[in-house]
């Protein structure tokens, strides 16, 4: 029989805002250090597999491995989170992408590609952590101040994406040096990064948000918790969930489905890869660093708000991509256009979802929230290359534009039907 985590005393609002901060902090510290890690890991992820394979087919699915692992384990850690507080959850995600960073480097070394997308299929615990650390900053919040919580763990995120592939380099050569295989070295250096990442989590986080947000409060057994039916079940019961996890769903879906068809568009169409490289970048600011403005507004006009604005940015930035042609600088503004897009789905829809919930079903609702986030982006990312292959860049933002309007459609309806 599982024994439940001693609570600890019910705290005073001024002990909570305390530990909220040292909980944002510690967060945000590992979502950087975590962060390196899955940009070091996916940086060369597949040109290694292409290398290995001599397929480029094959290569396409090392993004899809990562996907999938993303996906695969959001529900354990989720389990693990109910069990036992976030510290556990957060440690068995950075655990399972320190192991797949491990098997990674002896599979390059073997030369072994299928061993190595077993590997990157565990390294994508490190992207299952960063989720579950954005909804970890929410545990303790005021209703007022989840977004924005949530979207400071977010924004933390920038500094490793960024940093990240620019370590790559670095780190094949200290390998190599130190007697690796050519690309075993930032695998190598994300297995560290992820290391730190769980010393981060097990020492810092305390004490544990979720265990002392539940204090007080009669919560289930978590032993007798069975979190695939326990999160169906509350979705049943709560609409305002349900409609929250569909859009982030769809923003997810588009905007992994454009963006990783962008770079082949823009390579057939031409552009070099440093054109590339900044139209990325740009996109992935667009994700990332306005999301403490996002948050921001989601607490003040309203998380409904926000999440219909955020399927306008990614209905303008279908358009403009699906019309681009040629043009680069308007391939580029559509993709800062879906970055901004994705994240007002993010973190206005993670933020409805956490305060649509009950606090001991929260972890079952939210794992299964990421879980059906990978395996829809992984999805798309599929049919995306199909359309692209058969009909055309043009007919991706078509379809995709679609999508996105008949979902804000969707949800404008319901909003103002219960408002």
């Not at 305390?18 to 945000?28: C, F, I, K, M, P």
């Not at 989590?201 to 057994?221: F, H, K, M, Q, S």
């Not at 206005?348 to 956490?354: K, N, Y």
Request: hydrophobic residues 50%; glycine residues 10%.
């Amino acid at each position: 029989m599982t024994s439940t985590p001693t609570k600890p005393a019910v705290s005073s609002p001024d002990r909570i805002q305390r530990v909220q901060r040292r909980t944002l902090a510690v967060l945000s510290a590992a979502q950087i250090v975590g962060g390196v890690g899955v940009a070091v890991g996916l940086a060369l992820s597949s040109v290694v597999v292409d290398e290995l394979s001599r397929s480029t087919v094959i290569s396409g699915f090392a993004g899809t491995a990562t996907v999938l692992g993303a996906a695969l384990l959001a529900l354990p850690a989720a389990k693990a989170s109910g069990r036992g507080g976030r510290r556990a959850g957060l440690s068995l995600a950075y655990t399972a992408a320190l192991t797949g960073c491990v098997i990674s480097v002896l599979a390059i070394s073997l030369r072994n590609w299928p061993l190595l997308l077993a590997g990157l299929v565990l390294v994508g615990g490190g992207s299952a952590g960063s989720l579950a650390a954005r909804y970890s900053a929410t545990d303790l919040s005021p209703k007022d101040r989840s977004a924005r919580h949530l979207s400071l763990v977010v924004w933390a995120s920038t500094i490793g994406s960024v940093a990240g592939p620019n370590l790559a380099e670095p780190a094949d050569r200290i390998g190599r040096s130190l007697g690796m295989a050519e690309k075993a070295g930032p695998f190598a250096f994300a297995a560290l990064a992820f290391a730190l990442a769980v010393v981060i989590v097990l020492v810092l986080l305390r004490p544990d948000p979720l265990i002392l947000a539940r204090a007080g409060t009669r919560t289930e057994d978590p032993g007798r918790n069975r979190t695939i039916r326990t999160a169906w079940h509350t979705l049943r019961t709560t609409p305002t969930a349900r409609h929250a996890l569909v859009m982030i769903a769809v923003s997810h879906t588009a905007m992994v489905s454009v963006m990783s068809m962008t770079p082949v568009k823009l390579h057939h169409d031409g552009s070099n890869l440093d054109v590339i490289g900044l139209v990325i970048s740009l996109h992935i600011a667009g994700m990332y660093v306005l999301s403490p403005l996002v948050g921001w507004l989601a607490d003040k006009a309203g998380k409904v708000p926000v999440l219909v604005l955020g399927s306008a940015l990614l209905l303008s930035a279908a358009a403009l991509a699906g019309t681009a042609g040629h043009r680069v600088w308007q391939v580029t503004a559509a993709l800062v256009l879906l970055g901004l897009g994705w994240s007002c789905g993010l973190v206005a829809g993670s933020a409805l979802v956490t305060e649509s919930v009950p606090i001991e079903r929260r972890p079952a609702v939210q794992g299964l929230s990421d879980l059906l986030m990978n395996v829809c982006g992984a999805t798309g990312t599929i049919v995306a290359g199909a359309i692209v292959g058969l009909l055309g860049y043009g007919m991706l933002g078509l379809m995709v534009g679609i999508m996105v309007a008949l979902s804000g459609l969707w949800l404008t309806a319901v909003w103002r039907r219960t408002s």
